[in-house]
């Protein structure tokens, strides 16, 4: 199974901060990537897919990128409704993989 | 507007079996493959199985495998999740989820709880 690992776990930030998280594949996955928002006590919510691709609907401020194994989603100016975890996974192929979350606190 | 409905969680007895449901609407539902994903209290994201549109092609993760059994009725707009032999490490919100091939639609989620 491809082993996603995101980078930090967990983090405190600020409203108006640029945040960058990242995500790293085992092997390579292409852009078969996206990104999952999740807030307590709710389901994830899409982001953003093939890497780069914001999904209808997502603020501008959300971004992706990357290619291979190396992605990143930044947040260019940090919401208060953008507190919450931050999921990456690749669909390159089964067994579909997380990788463990990043929280973003204040 | 695309909604998925899941039922059908609750307390079991390790060794126990449960049935989920997944009702969807607002989209062809034949036309889609459907995962469940999984969640243990406090956890990440642990994709379970997926059944493809028609229902001829499934895939399971190793921690299920021979378990759970995933199934579809497309008459019924309805998505399934057997689940036997339940352990305690089973225990977790279970989410069923549009598969596009990224989950772009997500159900509630409903908790599973293995314990004596």
């Known amino acids: 199974a491809i082993r996603m690992t995101q980078s930090p776990s967990s983090f405190s930030a600020s409203t108006g901060d640029r945040v960058t998280i990242t995500c790293r594949a085992s092997?390579?996955?292409?852009?078969?990537l996206a990104w999952y928002q999740q807030k307590p006590g709710k389901a994830p919510n899409l982001l953003i897919y093939a890497a780069s691709t914001l999904q209808s609907g997502v603020p501008s401020r959300f971004s992706g990128s990357g290619s291979g194994t190396d992605f990143t989603l930044t947040i260019s100016s940090l919401q208060s409704e953008d507190f919450a975890t931050y999921y990456c996974?690749?669909?390159?192929?089964?067994?579909?993989?997380f990788g463990q979350g990043t929280k973003v606190e204040i | 507007e695309v909604q998925l409905v899941e039922s059908g969680g609750g307390l079991v007895q390790p060794g126990g079996s449960l049935r989920l449901s997944c009702a969807g609407s607002?989209?062809?539902?034949?036309?889609?493959?459907m995962s469940w994903v999984r969640q243990a209290p406090g956890k990440g994201l642990e994709w379970v199985s997926v059944i493809s549109g028609s229902g001829d092609s499934t895939y399971y993760a190793d921690s299920v495998k021979g378990r759970f059994t995933i199934s579809r009725d497309n008459s019924k707009n309805t998505l399934y999740l057997q689940m036997n032999s339940l352990r305690a490490e089973d225990t977790a919100v279970y989410y069923c989820a549009r598969e596009a091939p990224t989950f772009d639609y997500w159900g509630q989620g409903t908790l599973v709880t293995v314990s004596s």
């Open positions: 996974q690749q669909y390159y192929n089964y067994p579909r993989t």
């Open positions: 092997q390579g996955i292409s852009s078969y």
């Open positions: 607002g989209f062809t539902f034949s036309g889609n493959a």
